[in-house]
Nanobody
């Protein structure tokens, strides 16, 4: 049974930091990504990592502030968020997919999603 369990969200002041975690059980995936969705807005890609190569991708809005990483032994992916801004406020979702044939931004290419963790920046 595959599960993605997120943790680490919360409320911080602008300029602060948070680290999100996504623990996967039941399978090792090709790609893990973080997406976010603010009220009234579409879900958007934040960052992605390919497990075999460690290659990463980021949305322009978070480059230089967010870092995605993985702990293969623990099958866990992290999103370190520094320099948080009010516009980063959203529900953050971890997503995983078996195949890497599509752009990491292609929401339909992901097989599993976590339940989401709220990040609020004031």
């Amino acid at each position: 049974h595959v599960q993605l369990v997120e943790s680490g969200g919360g409320s911080v002041q602008a300029g602060g930091s948070l680290r999100l975690s996504c623990a996967a059980s039941g399978y090792t995936f090709n790609t893990y990504s973080w997406f976010r969705q603010a009220p009234g807005k579409e879900r958007e890609g934040v960052a992605s990592i390919t497990t075999a190569t460690g290659n990463t991708d980021y949305a322009d809005s978070v480059k230089g502030r967010f870092t995605i990483s993985q702990d293969g032994a623990e099958n866990t992916v992290y999103l370190q968020m520094n320099g948080l801004k009010p516009e980063d406020t959203a529900m953050y979702y971890c997503a995983a997919r078996r195949d890497g044939g599509y752009s990491w931004l292609h929401i339909g290419s992901y097989n599993y999603w976590g339940q989401g963790t709220q990040v609020t920046v004031s």
